[in-house]
C-alpha cells in the first residue's frame, strides 16, 4: 500500500473531478449505494467551501482504496479543521494511517495562525472511526473535548454548521452501512467505543457524535514531544485502522 497526499486550494476544489470522484466511490461502499455526491461530500466541500484541503490517498496498486482528509476552513477569528476518513473494508487490516503528516499539518496551520483558535473537528458516525479518532488525540494532544474552558469557541462551530447548541450528536446524511460487527460486545473491550455508543445511541440513523480538540500552542508542543518520543520508540507506534 502507498499514501498519495494532495493539497488543494479554494479555486480549485472540483467535486467532479477524478479524486473526489474516487472518494465518493468509497462512501458509497462504506455507507451506502444511494448516497448522493451532494450528500457525500457537499457538506465538506460546498457549504461552505473551505479555503484548502488536504487529502491522503490510500492505494493498492493503481486503487484508491481509502482516504482521509483535512478541510480547513476560516471563520472570523476561528480556524476549524475537519476530519474525515473512509477505508474499503476488505483493506483496513493493511491501511497504516499517516498520523505524523496529520500532525505536522495541524503544528503548520496553527504556525500560521498564531492570533486565531484553532480547533480540530470531526462527528464520526461510526464508533470505530471515532476510536481511531480520540486513540489519536489522546496520543498526541494533550486535551480531549475540553468543554467548559472552549464554550465560546465551541458555540461559534455550532451556529456556523447550523448545529443546536449544547447538543453532543449532529445529523448527517448518512446512514451507518449493514456491518456483521457487533459494537456492543467491544464496549468492555474500547473505552471510546463505549463512549460513543453511550452518547450516540442513534447512530446507525446517521448521527455523529461530535468531537473538538482545540489546536493550542501548548497542544503542538506537547504533541512534538509526543511524536519524538514515538520516532525513537517505533515499536510503541503500530496504529491501525481496523475492523
Known amino acids: ?29 462504506t455507507i451506502g449505494p444511494n448516497l448522493t455526491l451532494d450528500e457525500a461530500l457537499g457538506g465538506s466541500f460546498c457549504y461552505p467551501v473551505p479555503d484548502e484541503v488536504f487529502i491522503w490517498s490510500f492505494m493498492v496498486k493503481d486503487k484508491m482504496v481509502g482516504f482521509c482528509y483535512f478541510t480547513i476552513l476560516t471563520h ?22 499517516p498520523y505524523h503528516d496529520f500532525l505536522w499539518e495541524m503544528i503548520f496551520i496553527k504556525l500560521k495562525n498564531l492570533s486565531k483558535k ?4 470531526s462527528n464520526p458516525i461510526n464508533p470505530i472511526i471515532y ?35 449544547y447538543n ?43 468531537t473538538m480538540v482545540p489546536a493550542t500552542v501548548a497542544n503542538m508542543i506537547y504533541a512534538v514531544v509526543k511524536m519524538a518520543k514515538k520516532q525513537f520508540n517505533p515499536s510503541k507506534s503500530k496504529s491501525k485502522y481496523k475492523k
Open 1 to 29: 500500500m502507498r499514501v498519495v497526499k494532495y493539497h488543494i486550494k479554494k479555486q480549485d476544489i472540483d467535486i467532479q473531478s477524478d479524486l473526489f470522484s474516487g472518494i465518493y466511490t468509497i462512501l458509497t461502499h
Open 76 to 97: 472570523e477569528d476561528l480556524v476549524i479543521i475537519r476530519l474525515t476518513l473512509s477505508v474499503e473494508r476488505n483493506y483496513r487490516h493493511i491501511v497504516k494511517m
Open 118 to 121: 484553532v480547533v480540530f473537528y
Open 168 to 210: 453532543r450528536v449532529r445529523k448527517t446524511p448518512f446512514k451507518m452501512e449493514e456491518t456483521s460487527l457487533n459494537f456492543e460486545t467491544l464496549r468492555h473491550k474500547n473505552k471510546y467505543v463505549n463512549d460513543f455508543l453511550n452518547q450516540n445511541p442513534d447512530f446507525k440513523q446517521g448521527t455523529g457524535l461530535i
Open 131 to 165: 476510536s481511531v479518532i480520540r486513540e489519536y488525540t489522546k496520543n498526541f494532544l494533550r486535551y480531549e473535548n475540553n468543554v467548559p474552558a472552549q464554550t465560546a469557541t465551541i458555540n461559534k462551530i455550532y451556529d456556523l454548521f447550523e448545529i443546536e447548541r
